[in-house]
């Protein structure tokens, strides 16, 4: 849950991450106030946003267990724990 959870805020971060690298290169000081005007701000955190809902709809669409297949939880074997399995 944790990486998952990380995974999305390294992915709302992206575009912050972008500007500040062409600042770097523009030489425009990334740390000035006047360099993060409200607009680009908001404009980063549209497409901040974005990039995080399209994620989440590609991880539900493409990921997890695939349609009708039937889950087998983990059970004991003579006295062995056998980890759940996907069928």
Same mark, same amino acid.
């Given at each position: 849950?944790?990486?998952?959870?990380?995974?999305?805020?390294?992915?709302?971060?992206?575009?912050?991450?972008?500007?500040? /690298?062409? &600042?770097? *290169?523009?030489? !425009? =000081?990334?740390?000035?106030? @006047?360099?993060?005007?409200? +607009?680009?701000?908001?404009?980063?955190?549209?497409?901040?946003?974005?990039?995080?809902?399209?994620? /989440?709809? &590609?991880? *539900?669409?493409? !990921? =997890?267990?695939?349609?009708? @297949?039937?889950?087998?939880? +983990?059970?004991?074997?003579?006295?062995?724990?056998?980890?759940?399995?996907?069928?």
């Amino acid at each position: 849950m944790i990486r998952s959870a990380l995974t999305e805020i390294g992915i709302f971060l992206i575009p912050f991450a972008v500007y500040v /690298l062409f &600042l770097v *290169a523009t030489r !425009s =000081g990334s740390l000035a106030f @006047s360099s993060w005007p409200a +607009a680009v701000v908001g404009r980063l955190l549209v497409a901040s946003l974005l990039l995080v809902i399209l994620s /989440l709809i &590609l991880l *539900a669409q493409f !990921s =997890g267990a695939p349609p009708n @297949s039937t889950y087998i939880p +983990a059970h004991l074997e003579n006295g062995r724990l056998v980890p759940g399995v996907e069928k």
